[in-house]
Structures are given as structure tokens and as C-alpha cells.
């Protein structure tokens, strides 16, 4: 029996298990999980605040929505906070909307420092027909 070779052999059987049973960091990103008002939908009455929750929680000195009306204006009311209960829902205070349609613009770090940016629309005024 060759002991050189079947010590080469163990030792490459436990470093191969040991790379393979590592932990493996989580490389994920903050993705949008739901947002009210939600996108593509009508908005009968104006919505006061845009609320976003996402899948990681956020950096907030880094994480911002946008909200512009038809001709481009921005329509935030300050800044997007995270709620106190949850750092993986932002939301921003909305001016006064008038019926139109209306761009959500998001772009977040989350804690595990990736970047992630996203936008989606709403409408307020009334519902279509049946």
C-alpha cells in the first residue's frame, strides 16, 4: 500500500469537503417586494405618501424615491425615511396630486452594500369602466 499516495488522497477528500461545506456569503439585493400605491394600479382617491418594502433591509442615507408627475415635476413632500419598525420599508411624503399619472423612482443600498434602483407607475383619477 502506497501511504504517500493515500495520505495525498485524504487530505484532498477533507479539503474538498471543508470548501464545500463553507458558508457561502449572501450576495442579494434589496428587490422590491410590494408598494403602496401598487404599480399599475388607479388610485381613486391621492394617495398622501408612496410606501415601498423591499427584501433587505436598507442604508437610509443611501436610499431614495422619487415621485414625478406627467410633465416631469417632483412631487415629494422631503425626504424618504425608513419606518421605525422596519428597515426594509422606505416611504417618502407626497405633495397634493391632482388626477394624472404619476413615476416612482427608487434607488437603494442595502446593508449588505449592494445597490438596486427600480421604478414603476400609478395613476390617480378614476377607474375604468368595466
Request: glycine share 6%; charged share 20%.
Amino acid at each position: 500500500m502506497n501511504w504517500n499516495r493515500l495520505g495525498k488522497t485524504v487530505m484532498a477528500a477533507a479539503l474538498g469537503t471543508a470548501v464545500l461545506s463553507a458558508p457561502l456569503p449572501a450576495l442579494a439585493h434589496a428587490h422590491l417586494e410590494r408598494a403602496m400605491p401598487a404599480p399599475a394600479s388607479v388610485q381613486a382617491t391621492p394617495p398622501k405618501e408612496v410606501t415601498i418594502w423591499f427584501t433587505e433591509a436598507l442604508e437610509p442615507k443611501f436610499s431614495t424615491i422619487e415621485v414625478r408627475d406627467g410633465k416631469g415635476v417632483a412631487m415629494q413632500a422631503g425626504p424618504a425615511t425608513l419606518a421605525p419598525d422596519n428597515t426594509a420599508q422606505l416611504r417618502v411624503p407626497l405633495k397634493a396630486l391632482t388626477p394624472g399619472t404619476y413615476k416612482v423612482i427608487w434607488r437603494v443600498l442595502s446593508v449588505d452594500t449592494h445597490r438596486s434602483k427600480g421604478e414603476f407607475m400609478f395613476k390617480v383619477g378614476p377607474k375604468a369602466g368595466p
